[in-house]
């Protein structure tokens, strides 16, 4: 049993995980991984190719290495990383679900990647939108990151992290 549980924000492209994940490792005195930083693959990226079962595969090895490590983390995920949280202890974690209007995701990921499109983004949100069912069941929190800065964000995640009761 994990008695400090790794932190994991899921959430599609440009909902601000990397920035408020790195903000939060800093205030919580934890390392932060980034799943972004790990696959070298940009937000805007997976928007615009088709994901190949082997960024799934690779994705889904690296996740499951980091839940597997002792030290307490703060770790940015992909949204196709709720299927592994699904299926591992969930002691091992506290799972943050950052959720953005297509709108703000479209401003964000432009930010990165002048190609994406507002098309890339909706063929990739409908995707997303039939499989949010599992997260709905996984995830602690659900913050959404419209209009607000990184560091608020992180504010709202400490806060509740605070306050929590239990990890179940």
């Known amino acids: 049993m994990h008695h400090h549980p790794h932190v994991v924000l899921v959430g599609v492209p440009g909902c ?8 939060l490792a800093r205030r919580m005195g934890r390392p932060f991984l980034d799943a972004n930083s790990a696959s070298g693959v ?3 990226h997976v928007l615009r ?15 499951e290495r980091v839940l597997g490590t002792s ?10 990383a709720v299927a592994v949280l699904d299926e591992v202890d969930r ?28 098309t890339d983004l ?5 995707e997303y939108r039939a499989s949010t069912t599992v997260a709905e069941r996984i995830v602690d929190v659900r913050i959404a990151t ?3 800065t990184p560091e608020l964000v992180a ?10 009761t239990s990890v179940a």
């Open 155 to 164: 504010t709202d995640i400490a806060a509740a992290w605070q306050s929590r």
């Open 49 to 63: 190719q088709n994901r190949t079962a082997e960024i799934d595969e690779a994705e889904r090895g690296w996740l």
């Open 146 to 148: 419209d209009g607000r």
């Open 42 to 44: 940009p937000s805007g």
């Open 122 to 126: 909706d063929a990739y949100l409908a």
């Open 91 to 118: 002691a091992c974690f506290w799972a943050v679900w950052l959720d953005a209007a297509p709108e703000t995701l479209t401003d964000r990921l432009r930010e990165d990647d002048a190609a994406v499109s507002r």
């Open 16 to 23: 601000g995980k990397s920035r408020t994940g790195s903000i």
């Open 71 to 80: 030290g307490p983390l703060v770790v940015s995920a992909p949204w196709e």
